[in-house]
C-alpha cells in the first residue's frame, strides 16, 4: 500500500487560509469516509484533529476543517496562528482493511 | 484522563526480537480496538497493526506481515507488540494509539517507546 500523496510544504501568514490536499485512490480515499487527519509537533505524539473526513473532536479549534472529493481530501485551516506551525498527516481505511497515512506536510507560518 | 505508556523498547541487533507493552488507563480498555504505529527519525507516521477490542480481528501492514505479532491483555488493560526478525528499516518510535470508534480514527496516543536495530 503505497503513501497517500500530501504536498511537503504548505505555508501562510497569520490570520490567511491554507489547505492541505491528501490524494490517494479508490482502494482508499476515494472509497470510503474513514479519512482522518493528524497535527504533530517536534518532538511530540499525534493529535487527531479531523475524523470521518470533517469532524472536529471535541477541543479542536473550529479553525480546522476537512472535505474529501474523489480520491483527494482536504485539510483546511483558517484564520492561521503561530501555533499552527506543525507537521500534518492525513490518514485513510483501505479496501485491504489496513489503514494508510499520508507522506506528511509541513506548515510553516510566516 | 485517558493515558497509553508504551515501553520494551532499545537496541537490537538485526535478526533479534523485542516485545513492546503500551499499558492503558482511564478508559474501558476492552472497549477499543487499539492500532501501532511507528516513525523512523525524521519521516513520516507509518501504521504497523490493528487489534480488535476482543482479538479476533487483526491486520497488519505488509512490510511487518510474518515477523510482528499484536495482542492484548484486557483484564491487564494492556496492548502489545512481538517484533522479531528484525531489520535496520524497523528502527523507529513505535506509538500504540486508540481507536475512537467512529471510523478508524486513532483519539488518543502513547508518546512512543524507540526501537533501533542496528549491529
Known amino acids: 500500500q503505497s503513501a497517500l500523496t500530501q504536498p511537503a510544504s504548505v505555508s501562510g501568514s497569520p490570520g490567511q487560509s491554507i489547505t492541505i490536499s491528501c490524494t490517494g485512490t479508490?482502494?482508499?480515499?476515494?472509497?470510503?469516509?474513514?479519512v482522518s487527519w493528524y497535527q504533530q509537533h517536534p518532538g511530540k505524539a499525534p493529535k487527531l484533529m479531523i475524523y470521518v473526513v470533517s469532524n472536529r473532536p471535541s477541543g479542536v479549534s473550529d479553525r480546522f476543517s476537512g472535505s474529501k472529493s474523489g480520491n483527494t481530501a482536504s485539510l483546511t485551516i483558517s484564520g492561521l496562528q503561530a501555533e499552527d506551525e506543525a507537521d500534518y498527516y492525513c490518514?485513510?481505511?483501505?479496501?485491504?482493511?489496513?489503514?494508510?497515512f499520508g507522506t506528511g506536510t509541513k506548515v510553516t507560518v510566516l | 484522563e485517558v493515558q497509553l505508556v508504551e515501553s520494551g523498547g532499545g537496541l537490537v541487533q538485526p535478526g533479534g526480537s523485542l516485545r513492546l507493552s503500551c499499558s492503558a488507563s482511564g478508559f474501558t480498555f476492552s472497549a477499543h480496538p487499539m492500532n501501532w504505529v511507528r516513525q523512523a527519525p525524521g519521516k513520516g507516521l507509518d501504521w504497523v497493526s490493528y487489534?480488535?477490542?476482543?482479538?479476533?480481528?487483526?491486520y497488519y501492514a505488509d512490510p511487518v506481515k510474518g515477523r510482528f505479532t499484536v495482542s492484548r491483555d484486557n483484564a491487564k488493560n494492556s496492548l502489545y507488540l512481538q517484533l522479531n526478525n528484525l531489520r535496520a528499516e524497523d528502527t523507529a518510535l513505535y506509538y500504540c494509539a486508540r481507536d475512537g470508534g467512529r471510523g478508524g480514527e486513532n483519539d488518543y496516543w502513547g508518546q512512543g517507546t524507540l526501537v533501533t536495530v542496528s549491529s
Open positions: 479508490s482502494s482508499d480515499v476515494g472509497g470510503y469516509n474513514y
Open positions: 487489534i480488535n477490542n476482543n482479538s479476533d480481528t487483526i
Open positions: 490518514n485513510s481505511f483501505t479496501s485491504s482493511n489496513t489503514h494508510v
